[in-house]
C-alpha cells in the first residue's frame, strides 16, 4: 500500500481496457438525453464528488482505487432522480459519469497526481454495469429505479436489488483490475487474487454498500444523501492514505538501505534487487502466501548489508561460506543496521541464515528458514549469471547450482529456480 504521489505506470492490457471504457462513455454521450432532470441539484453535486473522488486516489496492493468517486457515481446512478417528470436515462447517467472521470483524471494529470488509464476505466465499466442493471433490465414490473422505487414495491427487496447491482458492478471493475494486474505482470493467479483480499476488499465492500444507502435515502433527504453517507468514506480513505504514507516511508528505507552495498563495493551495481526479483518468483512457485513473499523479497534486497562489516577488498556480494571470524563480523553488522533500523525485525532472522550452507539444516537440524535459503540460491545464481540472461548463461549457472545440491543449496528451492526459468523462456 502506498500513497499516489509519483508516475503511475502504463500497461498494454490497461490501455486495451481504457479503449473499451471510452467506446463505451462515448456511446453513451453521442445518445444521452439532456434535460431538466440535470438541474436537479444531486446531478451537479455527484458529478462535482467524482472529479474530487478522482484526486482522493490510494494505492493498495499496486491497485489505484478512489472509493469517492465509485461511492458518489453509485448515489448517481442508483439513485431515483427526477426533475419535471423527468427521470435519467441509462445513456444519460453513464455519460455524466464518464465526462466526471474523464474531468477528474485530467484535473490530476494537471496536479501532477497519478493516472491509470486501466484502474480507471475498470472502476468505469463497473458502473456501467451497474447503470444498466439499475436502469435498463426490467424489475417488478419496471426497473430499480423507476418510477422512483415504485410505491407498491417491498423496500427491503428493493434495497437487496440496489445492493446485488452494486455488488455486480464492483465485482466487474475488480475482475478487469485482476486480468490486467495478471496479464501485465504475469503473476500466479495466486498472488492476483491476494492482491484483491485485505484492505482492497474492505475498501470496496464499504464503498459497494454507501450506493444503496444513498440511493434508499434519497426519497426522504434528497441531495443531502450524497455528503452525508460520503463522510464515512472520506473517513476511512484518510486513515488509509496515512498507513499508506507510512509503508512508503518504510519503502523508501529499506530501498536506501539496500543500496549501501553497491555504494560501497561490496556488491556488484544491480545485484541486490536481481536477487530480490529471482527470490520473489521462486517464493511464489513454492506457493508461499504474500506475507511471506513480501518478507522474502526484503531479506534479499538486504542480504549484502552485513559484508559491510568485514574490512579489506569488497567480496562482490557472494554467498560462499565465510571464515568463522568475518562470519562474525557479518552477523554483528547485519545486527547493527537492522535491528537498530526499527521497523526490518521481521526479516533479521531471515537475512542472518542466508549464508548458512543447506548441510547443516539437513544434517544438524540447524533451523534455517525457507526463506534464507531462497534468497541464498538466488544470489548465488545472480553470482554466476551477473544478470546474463542468455541461455548459455542459465545453463552454467544451473550447473554450478547442481554441484552443491544438497550441500549448499536446498534441493527443492533449486527446483524451484528451475521451474521459474522454465516458465519464462
Known sequence: MSPTAGAAPRTAAGL???VLASLVGTGAVVTASPGAVLLA????LAFLLIVVGEQLTVRVSGRLIAPVTTAAALGLVLSPIARDGEML???TVVALVWVAMLVGALLAKVRGGPVVEGSMAARFLGLATTAVLAHAVPFGGSTIVDPG???DRHRIGTAVALLAVAATGGLVERLLEAVTAWWDERQPWRAVLAAESGVVAALSVATISSGPLIAMAYLEIGWLGLPLFLLPIGAVLYTV??????RLAQSQALEALSRLGETAGVSPPGHTHRVAQISTRVARELQLDEAAVRRVRRAALLHDVGLLGLPGEPLGGTVATLPDEDEQRVAAAEQRILRESGVLGDVVPIVEQVRTPFRRYRELGEAIPLASRIVRVASAWDDVTEGATSPRAREVALERMHLGLGYEYDPEVVDALAATLASRR
Open 89 to 91: 436515462t441509462t445513456s
Open 149 to 151: 422505487f415504485a410505491q
Open 41 to 44: 441539484p444531486t446531478v451537479p
Open 241 to 246: 492514505r496515512r498507513v499508506a504514507a507510512i
Open 16 to 18: 486495451l481496457v481504457f
